[in-house]
T-cell receptor
Framework: GAGVSQSPRYKVAKRGQDVALRCDPI?????LFWYQQALGQGPEFLTY????????KSGLPSDRFFAERPEGSVSTLKIQRTQQEDSAVYLC?????????????FGPGTRLTVT | AQSVAQPEDQVNVAEGNPLTVKCTYS??????LFWYVQYPNRGLQFLLK??????LVKGSYGFEAEFNKSQTSFHLKKPSALVSDSALYFC??????????FGAGTRLFVKA
C-alpha cells in the first residue's frame, strides 16, 4: 500500500464493550506508534513497537488498553470495557528505520465514540 | 518535565504575507524537533525536522523552521503564505526513549 491504513475509520461502542482497532503500516517500516488525539488537542503517545517488540507502553492510560504486533507488521489496539473518556481519534504511525528520530507517517485515524 | 508549547491557538495572515507559527519546547538533552500539518479529513503529514546541523531547516511546500537553542524555540515560517496553507499545524519533540510529544496545535487561516 501507498500509506498507513487504519480500520475501521469510525467506531461507535456502548460503554462496557470491547473494541479492536487495526493499523496496517507502510510495508517494511520497522517502527510503529499509537497515539490518542482528543478533540482540540495534539496526539498523545500511547505505545511504540519495533518490529514485534513493544518497547514502550508508558502512554497506555490504563490496563484496559492493550496493543500487539505479533508478526511485526499489522498492529491492533484493543480497549476493553470502554468508557466515555476513551472517546477520541486513535492514530497509528509508522517510521523507518528505527525509533522516533525520523519522520512518522500517519494513518487517517479511527474515531471512537463511546455512548 | 518534557513539553511542547504552541502559544497561539490561531494565526491569521493575508495571502502573500509572511507567516510564523510559534513553538517552544522543554526537554532534557538534545532535542529532535518536528513540524506536522493536518488538513481537514486527512492524516497528519510531515513537514520538516531538526536533528542536528544548520539551525535553519527547509521542508515541504516552501516551509522552513529555525532552531534556537538559547530560546528553546522552533518556529515555523514561510515567506509568502498561500490560501492552501490553511490547516492545523503541530510542533513535536522527541523526548527520552521513543516517545514523541506533540503540541496542542495552531490553526492557520490564510485569507485571500
Amino acid at each position: 500500500g501507498a500509506g498507513v491504513s487504519q480500520s475501521p475509520r469510525y467506531k461507535v461502542a456502548k460503554r462496557g464493550q470491547d473494541v479492536a482497532l487495526r493499523c496496517d503500516p507502510i510495508s517494511g517500516h520497522v517502527s510503529l506508534f499509537w497515539y490518542q488525539q482528543a478533540l482540540g488537542q495534539g496526539p498523545e503517545f500511547l505505545t511504540y513497537f519495533q518490529n514485534e517488540a513493544q518497547l514502550d507502553k508508558s502512554g497506555l492510560p490504563s490496563d484496559r488498553f492493550f496493543a500487539e504486533r505479533p508478526e511485526g507488521s499489522v498492529s491492533t489496539l484493543k480497549i476493553q470495557r470502554t468508557q466515555q473518556e476513551d472517546s477520541a481519534v486513535y492514530l497509528c504511525a509508522s517510521s523507518s528505520p528505527f525509533g522516533g528520530i525520523y519522520e512518522q507517517y500517519f494513518g487517517p485515524g479511527t474515531r471512537l465514540t463511546v455512548t | 518535565a518534557q513539553s511542547v508549547a504552541q502559544p497561539e491557538d490561531q494565526v491569521n495572515v493575508a495571502e502573500g504575507n509572511p507567516l510564523t507559527v510559534k513553538c517552544t519546547y522543554s526537554v532534557s538533552g538534545n532535542p529532535y524537533l518536528f513540524w506536522y500539518v493536518q488538513y481537514p479529513n486527512r492524516g497528519l503529514q510531515f513537514l520538516l525536522k531538526y536533528i542536528t546541523g544548520d539551525n535553519l531547516v527547509k521542508g515541504s511546500y516552501g516551509f522552513e523552521a529555525e532552531f534556537n537553542k538559547s530560546q528553546t524555540s522552533f518556529h515555523l515560517k514561510k515567506p509568502s503564505a498561500l490560501v492552501s496553507d490553511s490547516a492545523l499545524y503541530f510542533c513535536a519533540v522527541r523526548a527520552g526513549g521513543f516517545k514523541t510529544i506533540f503540541g496542542a496545535g495552531t490553526r492557520l487561516f490564510v485569507k485571500a
